[in-house]
């Protein structure tokens, strides 16, 4: 199975930038990744996705030019750059692997195969 480790994730205030990062332990050739996250009493929502390649991306309308997502495949690492952040982007960040590779959207945690644990991040006002 593909092992994933997510980090980067802590406190800050409203308008300042985190970059989390997921780093893979298994091969991902070919493998589709994301981001997702889940605050208290919601239901985990998408966030962002990337192809093997970077050469697509997608992003949910509510952090659209405040989060970029970007991988490095010779670190086998995806990062989530995460600027202007906002007490609503409070939640556990979660990485995930679609070894079907890249799909058009809605984007659903049923189309991810593997699971990291999950960083926390908490945006205070």
């Known amino acids: 199975q593909v092992q994933l480790v997510e980090s980067g994730g802590g406190l800050v205030q409203a308008g300042g930038s985190l970059r989390l990062s997921c780093a893979a332990s298994?091969?991902?050739?070919?493998?589709?990744m994301a981001w997702f996250r889940q605050a208290p009493g919601k239901e985990r929502e998408f966030v962002a996705a990337?192809?093997?390649?970077?050469?697509?991306?997608a992003y949910a309308d509510s952090v659209k030019g405040r989060i970029t997502i970007s991988r490095d495949n010779a670190k086998n690492t995806v990062y989530l750059q995460m600027n202007s952040l906002k007490p609503e982007d409070t939640a556990v960040y979660c990485c995930?692997?679609?070894?079907?590779?890249?799909?058009?959207?809605?984007?659903?945690?049923?189309?991810?195969?593997?699971w990291g644990q999950g960083t926390q991040v908490t945006v205070s006002s």
């Open positions: 298994g091969r991902t050739f070919s493998y589709a």
């Open positions: 990337i192809s093997w390649s970077g050469g697509n991306t």
């Open positions: 995930a692997v679609r070894r079907a590779g890249w799909v058009w959207g809605p984007y659903t945690p049923e189309q991810y195969d593997y």
